[in-house]
């Protein structure tokens, strides 16, 4: 599996050797910044023991506010609060299993009563609004498709046009 991505989302972005994968490389690339997110956010499941005081709330070393959150992880936190009222719901609820809480894909069919193989189109279909909201898309644009863009403004001609009779 790659190094950073939920097991199902790195189970379903793996190419098979009759097919192409079923996540796309935009959809995989969605997934791993929900996931960074989660890390600032300090939601993920630690499964180590950390003596870190702001993890314990026990007393630091001269830190003036014991037991808050760092401007970081507040700011991924207010983050995700936004993914939740931007997304669908149904959506918002399986990239939080998948993504934030590494849950497998099976479970989250039982869990919702899903049929089986329902979740895959589900976190395909959730990973889709998640790559339009962070603006990546299955095709790179490159300067062609836009307007360029220059800090010059737009200046007369060298030599006017002349009219050749």
């Given at each position: 599996?790659?190094?950073?991505?939920?097991?199902?989302?790195?189970?379903?972005?793996?190419?098979?050797?009759?097919?192409?994968?079923?996540?796309?490389?935009?959809?995989?690339?969605?997934?791993?910044?929900?996931?960074?997110?989660?890390?600032?956010?300090?939601?993920?499941?630690?499964?180590?023991?950390?003596?870190?005081?702001?993890?314990?709330?026990?007393?630091?070393?001269?830190?003036?506010?014991?037991?808050?959150?760092?401007?970081?992880?507040?700011?991924?936190?207010?983050h995700l609060a936004d993914?939740?009222?931007?997304?669908?719901?149904?959506?918002?609820?399986?990239?939080?299993?998948?993504?934030?809480?590494?849950?497998?894909?099976?479970?989250?069919?039982?869990?919702?009563?899903?049929?089986?193989?329902?979740?895959?189109?589900?976190?395909?279909?959730?990973?889709?609004?998640?790559?339009?909201?962070?603006?990546?898309?299955?095709?790179?644009?490159?300067?062609?498709?836009?307007?360029?863009?220059?800090?010059?403004?737009?200046?007369?001609?060298?030599f006017p046009p002349t009219e050749a009779s």
């Open positions: 599996m790659s190094e950073g991505l939920p097991e199902a989302v790195g189970r379903l972005a793996a190419a098979r050797r009759d097919s192409a994968p079923f996540l796309l490389p935009h959809h995989v690339e969605a997934a791993r910044r929900l996931m960074q997110v989660f890390e600032r956010a300090r939601l993920r499941q630690r499964v180590t023991m950390s003596y870190d005081p702001t993890r314990t709330g026990g007393r630091g070393s001269g830190s003036p506010v014991q037991g808050t959150l760092s401007a970081s992880a507040a700011d991924a936190r207010k993914l939740a009222v931007a997304m669908p719901a149904e959506c918002w609820a399986v990239l939080f299993d998948i993504c934030g809480l590494d849950r497998g894909l099976q479970d989250v069919e039982l869990e919702r009563d899903w049929p089986r193989r329902g979740g895959k189109l589900v976190l395909r279909i959730a990973l889709s609004h998640l790559a339009a909201h962070y603006g990546l898309d299955a095709e790179a644009r490159g300067r062609e498709a836009q307007r360029q863009r220059h800090w010059l403004p737009e200046r007369a001609p060298m």
